[in-house]
Nanobody, 121 residues
Framework: QVQLVESGGGLVQPGGSLRLSCAAS????????MGWYRQAPGKERKLVAT???????NYADSVKGRFTISRDNAKSTVYLQMNSLEPEDTAVYYC???????????????WGQGTQVTVSS
């Protein structure tokens, strides 16, 4: 079994910054892509940013230039540095990882429990 544990959410004023972390643990043979998604109340879950195990990144247009995704492969951890936060960034942020549990297993997607980010004055 694979667990993803997120941390770093909270309440911040517009223009402020937050850093989210997500650590993967459990039965892990290898991790392919990792990423962050977010879901605002009454809306669908949407991609924020992804990063491959080689370091290639992809961002939603709405966060380009403000958010930075990174990962520490040795720690099986992915980060999301969020700067210049806007009220529209308010959402529950979910970590995702594409994990292979053993050398005979296929890759499967796993999700964290979510962490609330609220941007408000």
């Amino acid at each position: 079994q694979v667990q993803l544990v997120e941390s770093g959410g909270g309440l911040v004023q517009p223009g402020g910054s937050l850093r989210l972390s997500c650590a993967a643990s459990g039965s892990i043979f290898s991790i392919n892509a990792m990423g962050w998604y977010r879901q605002a109340p009454g809306k669908e879950r949407k991609l924020v940013a992804t990063i491959t195990n080689g370091g290639s990144t992809n961002y939603a247009d709405s966060v380009k230039g403000r958010f930075t995704i990174s990962r520490d492969n040795a720690k099986s951890t992915v980060y999301l540095q969020m700067n210049s936060l806007e009220p529209e960034d308010t959402a529950v942020y979910y970590c995702n990882a594409n994990v292979r549990a053993s050398w005979v297993s296929a890759f499967s997607d796993y999700w964290g429990q979510g962490t609330q980010v609220t941007v408000s004055s």
